[in-house]
C-alpha cells in the first residue's frame, strides 16, 4: 500500500501525520486490498473565518476510487469527521465487493436416486 500525505498551505507535522495514520488503520482494518492512498490537508486562505480547514482522501481499491472531504474550524476534527466518512464508504464498498447470493436448493444438481 502506498501512502501520500501532504499539505497544502500547511507543513504536515511528525504529529499531525501519526494523528492521520492512527485514524487510517482503523478504516483499513475493515478492508485489506487497498492498493494507494493519498490523504491533503489544506488551509484555505479564505476572508471568513469558519471552514478554513479542509481534509481529503482518495482511497484506490481494486477497481474503485474512493473519494472524500471534509471541512472544518479545526483541523483534527475535518479529519475525525472525513474517517468518519470514509469508513462508512469502504464498508458499503465492502458489502458490495462480497457475494451475497447462495445457490438455492432446486437449482443444485443433486443426481435422482432410487429408480
Same mark, same amino acid.
Given at each position: 500500500?502506498?501512502?501520500?500525505?501532504?499539505?497544502?498551505?500547511?507543513?504536515?507535522?511528525?504529529?499531525?501525520?501519526?494523528?492521520?495514520?492512527?485514524?487510517?488503520?482503523?478504516?483499513?482494518?475493515?478492508?485489506?486490498?487497498?492498493?494507494?492512498?493519498?490523504?491533503? !490537508?489544506?488551509?484555505?486562505?479564505?476572508?471568513? &473565518? /469558519? %471552514?478554513? #480547514?479542509?481534509?481529503?482522501?482518495?482511497?484506490?481499491?481494486?477497481?474503485?476510487?474512493?473519494?472524500?472531504?471534509?471541512?472544518?474550524?479545526?483541523?483534527?476534527?475535518?479529519?475525525?469527521?472525513?474517517m468518519?466518512? !470514509?469508513d462508512?464508504?469502504?464498508?458499503?464498498? &465492502? /458489502? %458490495?465487493? #462480497?457475494?451475497?447470493?447462495?445457490?438455492?436448493?432446486?437449482?443444485?444438481?443433486?443426481?435422482?436416486?432410487?429408480?
Open positions: 500500500m502506498n501512502l501520500t500525505i501532504s499539505g497544502h498551505h500547511l507543513e504536515v507535522t511528525p504529529a499531525l501525520r501519526e494523528y492521520v495514520l492512527t485514524k487510517l488503520s482503523r478504516v483499513l482494518r475493515h478492508f485489506d486490498q487497498v492498493v494507494d492512498v493519498n490523504v491533503l !490537508l489544506t488551509v484555505e486562505k479564505q476572508k471568513e &473565518k /469558519d %471552514r478554513r #480547514q479542509r481534509a481529503e482522501v482518495t482511497l484506490h481499491v481494486k477497481g474503485r476510487e474512493i473519494f472524500v472531504e471534509n471541512s472544518h474550524e479545526d483541523l483534527y476534527a475535518a479529519i475525525d469527521e472525513l468518519d466518512k !470514509l462508512r464508504q469502504v464498508c458499503r464498498h &465492502k /458489502d %458490495r465487493v #462480497q457475494d451475497h447470493h447462495h445457490a438455492s436448493a432446486k437449482r443444485l444438481d443433486i443426481p435422482a436416486q432410487g429408480n
